[in-house]
């Protein structure tokens, strides 16, 4: 009974909608960066899971660099999330040239 009047409180709700507006945002900011990039990796879900580690990556980038987070989307950030996503993508695409061997 406690639990379930725990569970519905508003600051619950508050913190899993700002849980998946963050979650949503980086997914999107990696499908983008992927499409843009063109990785050659094939799997279903590359560009959303390029997105979530790169959210993680960017924000810890920036925290690293102390540098201002610019725009945010609610409470998610999105240049830190974009330019995590940058990378992570960018790296995928070097592995992939990378595995392809010589073109000559």
């Known amino acids: 009974m406690y639990a379930v009047e725990h569970a519905s409180s508003p600051a619950a709700v508050n913190d899993a909608i700002r849980a998946a507006q963050a979650a949503a945002g980086a997914m999107l900011a990696g499908w983008l960066t992927e499409r843009v990039l063109d990785t050659g990796v094939n799997f279903v879900a ?12 960017g924000s810890s980038l920036w925290s690293w660099g102390d540098w201002d987070v610019g725009p945010s989307f609610g409470s998610f950030a999105v240049l830190p999330a ?3 996503a940058f990378l992570v993508c ?4 070097l592995v992939n040239v990378g595995m392809a061997g010589p073109r000559w």
């Open 46 to 57: 590359i560009g959303p899971l390029a997105g979530l580690v790169g959210a993680w990556l």
């Open 82 to 84: 974009l330019a995590g």
């Open 90 to 93: 960018a790296l995928l695409k």
